[in-house]
């Protein structure tokens, strides 16, 4: 070996040797209790949410039903936040209730739990990495075609389309990370919620007039949909395309009734570290591990805005 080559290789030790590390999860495992009572807690405040904002548009005379929808849009659109937490079964020490929640938040995004489940668990095993990360499957958020098919949910609307006809045919060979053992149960489970939704749909028309699953549920995902891509975008757009979870995942400071209504998200770094926290114990994870992190964020706004001014100096 030459000396240069040697002395490369001294650096690159003595880089990863200062690099700050993460406890071992063995070390954070006083946070991993779940709790039911705390699940309910929250999954209170998000339904009643969706009560008030579906009186609002009740309530709201004419043409006013329009912007009456926003509300609504952003509640349905947080729906995720619990079908992401059930996946993990850190929403409720219930397994039952974890699966009966995420499936019912699911499902009017078009997100079936049992699919989203495989999706996700190959995310987090492959984070970042390209070629295995599911999420890394859309256009690149780092070009401003991408970024805008991403932002205006064209890409969410498509993959849940297929997502859809491919549980009805019970085909999933263009999905790898579904496994093969568990390709009939997920099928099922789409074809039980596409029929729910049809039926729910069409009763409700019959019952108080064909506009109510537009106002109440089609228009708002659309709008809403929109809205959380402009969550979602910041969570590893920008990390490091590695294994290290100090530095391919992105925490975002925000204000608490954002941090509420999508149950402690915004710690996504910490989450990405230790999947076994519960979403209530996240805040305590942030405090042992904010000095440790490459990319906490103040703001979805400031990332969005630091993003594009990059998007605009690579095209120039």
Known sequence: MSATSEARDWVLAETRAAMPKAPKPAEMMHLAKRSDAEGLKRLAVHVGLLIAAGALIALAPGWWKLPALLPMALVQAA??????????????ASRKLNAIVGWVAGAPSLWNWHLYQQFHMDHHKYTQIEGKDPELGPPSPHELGGYIQRMFGLTFWKARLKHNWAGLRGDFSAYPYVHPAAAPRVSRSIRAMDATLAACAIGSALIWGW??????????????????????LAEHTGCSMDRNGLTNTRTTLTHPLVRLLMWNMPFHAEHHLYPFIPFHRLAEAHAVL???????????????RDHLRRLRDRAA
């Open 79 to 92: 729906l995720f936040a619990p079908l992401h937490e059930t996946v993990h079964y850190t929403a409720f």
């Open 211 to 232: 506009q109510t699953p537009f106002l109440y549920w089609i228009l708002p995902q659309f709008i809403g949909q929109n809205a959380l891509r402009f969550y979602l």
């Open 290 to 304: 904010k000095e440790k992190l490459a990319f906490v964020q103040p703001g979805y706004a400031a990332w969005h």
